[in-house]
């Protein structure tokens, strides 16, 4: 089947400035005319934010990290046949928080359990549906970290709480995804002002839009 609409996911580590820039995109593409549905992962509908709440719930402690895996993609799944699928038919503009990348750089690399295993369980779950354009916040973690501490005010979850030498193996993870997937991947320095940040990704954004339509 031919995709009508776009698709794309943002990625990074914590407290890269993923979800401030891309609302600002969002809107930005928004007032331009164009159809756009942002969302998240895990999560975006029903099932998968009670998923969400299951996985990252700082009472978990106990959580098999395959099990974590699988639950990830169950997310993934329900999220992309009820809202991702139908909006990208419709020919709508997603713009993922997370997606799969997420899952090949936490619980493929950091979690140790491999990248090849995480992408099995997950051409299950999502088949051959990835982003059209994925951007990477690229950023050291402990600069992310010291932001959720200092201005969001949101609770910290099960995976914020991990170790900064886990967090590291997370953007490891995540530079290693772009030798994987050159074209797909966009990394950005991330560790700039909002307004530079959203200014590239803009840019990046527009060139593919323009590209396809
Ligand atoms: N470029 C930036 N410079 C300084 N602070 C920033 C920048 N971008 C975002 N922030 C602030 O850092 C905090 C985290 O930002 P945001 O929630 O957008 O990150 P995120 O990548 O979505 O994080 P997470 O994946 O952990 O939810 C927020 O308080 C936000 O206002
Ligand atoms: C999709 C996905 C997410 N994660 C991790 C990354 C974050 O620590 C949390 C989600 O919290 P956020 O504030 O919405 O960024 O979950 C993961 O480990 N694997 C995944 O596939």
Same mark, same amino acid.
Do not use: W
């Given at each position: 089947? /031919? ?12 407290? !890269? ?14 007032? #331009? ?5 942002? /969302? ?15 996985? @990252?719930? /700082?009472?978990? /402690? ?47 690399? !950091? ?19 990835? =982003? ?8 050291? =973690?402990?600069?992310? @970290?010291?932001?959720?501490? !200092?201005?969001?005010?949101? #609770? ?5 709480? #991990? ?15 772009? #030798?994987?997937? =050159? ?14 940040? @959203? ?15």
């Amino acid at each position: 089947m /031919t995709k009508k609409g776009y698709f794309i996911s943002s990625e990074g580590p914590e407290g !890269a400035g993923k979800t401030t820039v891309m609302n600002l995109l969002g809107d930005k593409l928004k007032a #331009e005319g164009y159809e756009v549905v942002m /969302t998240r992962e895990p999560g975006g509908i029903s099932i998968s934010e009670k998923i969400r709440d299951i996985i @990252l719930d /700082t009472e978990h /402690t106990m959580m098999d990290s395959r099990t974590e895996a699988l639950l990830y993609a169950a997310a993934r799944r329900q999220h992309l046949v009820e809202k991702v699928q139908p909006a990208i038919d419709a020919g709508k503009i997603v713009i993922c928080d997370r997606f799969i990348d997420s899952s090949l750089a936490y619980q493929g690399h !950091a979690r140790g359990i491999g990248i090849e295993e995480i992408l099995v369980i997950n051409q299950f779950a999502i088949g051959e549906m990835m =982003p059209d354009k994925t951007i990477l916040f690229d950023i050291e =973690p402990r600069i992310g @970290l010291a932001r959720i501490d !200092a201005h969001s005010g949101r #609770e910290k979850n099960r995976l914020d709480v #991990e170790s900064l030498a886990f967090h590291e193996k997370v953007r490891e993870g995540y530079l290693s995804l772009v #030798e994987r997937y =050159p074209k797909r991947i966009q990394v950005i320095d991330a560790n700039r002002s909002i307004e530079e940040v @959203l200014e590239e990704v803009y840019k990046v954004v527009k060139q593919e839009l323009e590209i396809i339509r």
